[in-house]
C-alpha cells in the first residue's frame, strides 16, 4: 500500500481542498489585502496543514504542502510485511547504519513515515524495527526526536504496550 507522503505534489494537492485566506501579522499592507495564506485539507485522511507566513501564495502553498505531509506521516500508518526491505530512498539515505536526512528535506516526511510504519508492524519495539531498517536505535531515536509530534507518538504507543519512553 502507498502513503500519502509518496504521492508527488501534484497528486495530493489533487486529493485536497485548497483554501486560500487572509492572515494578519508581520508582512505589512500587503498581507492583509491579499489572501496568500494557504490551507489544506486531505480529502480521504481529514489531515488538514496552513502555511501563512510567507507574503506569496505559491511559497505558502509549498510550506503548507510539506507540512501536510510531515502530518500524514505521524497520523497515518500503512501496514509493513516484517520481511520486505528498506525502501529505495530509506537505501539512499543510509551509510553505515547511519541515517542522514534533515527535518526541512522533502524527503523526511517519507523517510519518517517509513520509520513510523515500520515501528508500528514490530509493535514499537525499536531494537528489532532499527534491526529490519538496517540503522542502530539510536539512529531512529534521533530521527524521531528531529519531529516532536513523532516522539510523542512513538512514546505514547510505548507507554500503551508498557515499553520505555524513548529519550
Same mark, same amino acid.
Given at each position: 500500500?502507498?502513503?500519502?507522503?509518496?504521492?508527488?505534489?501534484?497528486?495530493? #494537492?489533487?486529493?485536497?481542498?485548497?483554501?486560500?485566506?487572509?492572515?494578519?501579522? &508581520?508582512?505589512?499592507?500587503?498581507?492583509?489585502?491579499?489572501?496568500?495564506?494557504?490551507?489544506?485539507?486531505?480529502?480521504?485522511?481529514?489531515?488538514?496543514?496552513?502555511?501563512?507566513?510567507?507574503?506569496?501564495?505559491?511559497?505558502? /502553498?509549498?510550506? !503548507?504542502?510539506?507540512? #501536510?505531509?510531515?502530518?500524514?506521516?505521524?497520523?497515518?500508518?500503512? *501496514? +509493513?510485511?516484517?520481511?520486505?526491505? &528498506?525502501?529505495? @530512498?530509506?537505501?539512499?539515505?543510509?551509510?553505515?547504519?547511519?541515517?542522514?536526512?534533515?527535518?526541512?528535506?522533502?524527503?523526511?516526511?517519507?523517510?519518517?513515515?517509513?520509520?513510523?510504519?515500520? @515501528?508500528?508492524?514490530?509493535?514499537?519495539?525499536?531494537?528489532? !524495527? !532499527?534491526?529490519?531498517?538496517?540503522?542502530?536505535?539510536?539512529?531512529?531515536?534521533? @530521527?524521531?526526536?528531529?519531529?516532536? *509530534?513523532?516522539? +510523542?507518538?512513538?512514546?505514547?504507543?510505548?507507554? !500503551?504496550?508498557?515499553?520505555? &519512553? @524513548? /529519550?
Amino acid at each position: 500500500m502507498l502513503h500519502p507522503t509518496d504521492l508527488s505534489d501534484e497528486e495530493l #494537492l489533487a486529493e485536497c481542498e485548497l483554501q486560500f485566506l487572509r492572515r494578519s501579522g &508581520p508582512g505589512g499592507q500587503h498581507r492583509n489585502k491579499t489572501e496568500t495564506a494557504v490551507l489544506l485539507r486531505h480529502a480521504k485522511t481529514g489531515l488538514s496543514a496552513e502555511a501563512n507566513e510567507r507574503r506569496s501564495q505559491a511559497d505558502n /502553498r509549498s510550506v !503548507a504542502l510539506f507540512r #501536510l505531509r510531515l502530518c500524514m506521516a505521524v497520523q497515518f500508518r500503512c *501496514p +509493513v510485511e516484517l520481511d520486505t526491505p &528498506p525502501s529505495r @530512498l530509506w537505501g539512499g539515505r543510509l551509510s553505515n547504519q547511519r541515517l542522514s536526512v534533515a527535518s526541512t528535506h522533502t524527503d523526511f516526511p517519507r523517510i519518517l513515515a517509513e520509520a513510523l510504519d515500520r @515501528l508500528c508492524a514490530n509493535e514499537y519495539r525499536l531494537d528489532d !524495527a !532499527a534491526k529490519q531498517l538496517h540503522v542502530t536505535s539510536s539512529q531512529l531515536v534521533k @530521527l524521531f526526536k528531529q519531529h516532536v *509530534p513523532a516522539l +510523542v507518538l512513538v512514546n505514547r504507543e510505548r507507554q !500503551a504496550r508498557n515499553l520505555g &519512553p @524513548l /529519550r
